[in-house]
């Protein structure tokens, strides 16, 4: 505890340190939970409207899979968070309030093992855990923030990407804060250290920390001034670099095996890069001249380019080989298969694929939203509604589904249900105005039984009261 505050004394002007009593207290003092919880909504609500948010969600589906895996063995707090994927070229990876953690594409195919990224996202896991956005924001003047959308932006223009951000946020006067939300030293050792417990209890390698960060310094060089968003708000130093590596040389060395999944998402997010044409002659090249460090990734890629490319004859030949080899029984590669089907027009095909693939991996659920997308494409929307109605009881909280919840209701011509889980979904992605408007529209429809009117009555003053709430902060 007295190290912790001392470090943190050490983060803020000494003029407010004098007054501070206590860690807990000064966060939650400008920052109460609920506080923290509404400007994570504010924050998704941002991210989901960016167009480089990237609604993938196998490769999100990934990410929450490692993000949790270390999460779970962390021993501090252990509440809830959402990994999301930001399509960026650059190397980045960012905490917001409320457990939000963004990755850049460019990361994912920047490290060059699983252990390398899970040691920058334990870090990130750690900047939550231990409070530091809710600390560095109550070290700042609280008048400095004119309202919560602006701090949410502020947070993201930060962390995310500057340049881009910076037009949209001049005018909230956000612009000049960004910098003051940058991490501390002390903060950054404190990541460095619990990040590493995590990595190690993970079963990851320890290595991993340093090899990454080593190569990221190295490359920050050639920045200069422009240095990458993750190098401004994370002050890499020679010391941090040091203790890295000391700590690993004591670890035991033992080498671990990159994730199969792993592999398969930088195949996926390779292929999705330059013209379809041309990723097709790539993935055909690294196959062919066997410049891959894993097979199957390499012909996973060849098929996610031939379906860009719209060679469905070639991506089913493809999917076969894939098929008949000894990977088959991944979820990413049953979906991959299923999707092939879908994409080249052949629903009786396709619908096999997803049940086979769904009732095997019951708990993936890319595989459950493509099986229901597929039943509603095949105009088999009631069977749709048995299996959309059976996830939402298991993830009540997934907005896909709900998603996927409103069209199917819509194709069975029912307005008012459509409409609120139309809604659901709006207030799962932070957006509580857009889920006022779509259920009033189903209400104003009537179609539903007196007891679903009066639930999405209900439901509707739960909204208004949660927004009424938010406007006055
Ligand atoms: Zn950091």
């Not at 310094?217 to 020679?238: E, G, K, V, W």
Request: proline share 4%; charged share 20%.
């Amino acid at each position: 505890m007295l190290r912790t505050l001392l470090a943190f004394s050490l983060a803020i002007q000494p003029a407010l340190a004098a007054d501070l009593p206590d860690l807990g207290e000064v966060s939650r003092q400008y920052f109460s939970d609920q506080q923290e919880e509404a400007l994570g909504r504010a924050i998704m609500r941002d991210v989901y409207a960016d167009p480089r948010y990237l609604d993938d969600p196998e490769i999100e589906s990934y990410l929450n899979q490692l993000g949790y895996k270390l999460v779970s063995v962390s021993s501090r707090n252990q509440r809830e968070f959402v990994f999301f994927v930001v399509d960026d070229p650059t190397i980045n990876a960012f905490a917001m309030p409320g457990g939000n953690i963004g990755v850049h594409t460019g990361l994912l195919l920047a490290a060059q093992n699983e252990s390398e990224l899970a040691s920058v996202i334990a870090h990130e896991i750690s900047h939550v855990t231990q409070d530091h956005i809710a600390r560095q924001v109550a070290a700042q003047q609280q008048a400095y923030w004119p309202s919560m959308a602006a701090l949410a932006l502020a947070l993201l223009a930060s962390r995310s990407n500057p340049n881009i951000a910076g037009a949209a946020i001049a005018s909230t006067q956000a612009y000049s804060m960004q910098n003051q939300l940058d991490y501390s030293r002390e903060f950054e050792r404190e990541a460095d250290r619990l990040g590493y417990e995590m990595l190690t209890r993970a079963d990851y390698d320890p290595r991993g920390m340093s090899s990454f960060f080593n190569r990221l310094q190295r490359a920050s060089r050639f920045y200069d001034s422009n240095a990458p968003a993750y190098l401004r708000t994370h002050p890499l130093t020679s010391d941090r670099i040091a203790d890295m590596e000391s700590r690993s040389e004591s670890a035991p060395y033992h080498q671990v095996q990159d994730s199969l999944d792993f592999q398969l998402v930088r195949a996926r997010l390779r292929a999705q890069e330059n013209s379809p044409a041309d990723a097709v002659v790539a993935a055909r090249n690294t196959l062919k001249d066997k410049r891959y460090s894993n097979e199957t990734a390499a012909q996973y890629a060849l098929v996610t380019a031939l379906l860009r490319a719209r060679q469905f004859k070639e991506a089913e030949i493809e999917v076969q080989k894939i098929l008949s080899g000894p990977n088959s029984g991944n979820p990413m590669i049953q979906q991959l298969s299923a999707n092939t089907a879908l994409a080249a027009g052949n629903q009786v095909l396709a619908l096999q694929r997803y049940q086979t693939g769904s009732n095997a991996y019951p708990g993936y659920r890319p595989l459950q939203y493509g099986y229901i997308s597929a039943l509603l494409a095949a105009g088999r929307s009631s069977e749709a509604l048995g299996v959309v109605n059976k996830q939402l009881d298991l993830y009540p909280l997934d907005r896909r589904l709900w998603q996927l919840a409103a069209q199917t209701h819509d194709q069975l011509g029912q307005h008012l249900l459509s409409h609120s889980a139309q809604a659901e979904a709006a207030a799962l992605s932070g957006n509580l105005i857009a889920a006022i408007e779509q259920i009033s529209l189903g209400i104003k429809a009537g179609d539903g039984s007196f007891h679903e009117m009066s639930a999405a009555e209900a439901r509707r003053r739960e909204w208004q009261a949660i927004e009424k709430a938010q406007r006055k902060d």
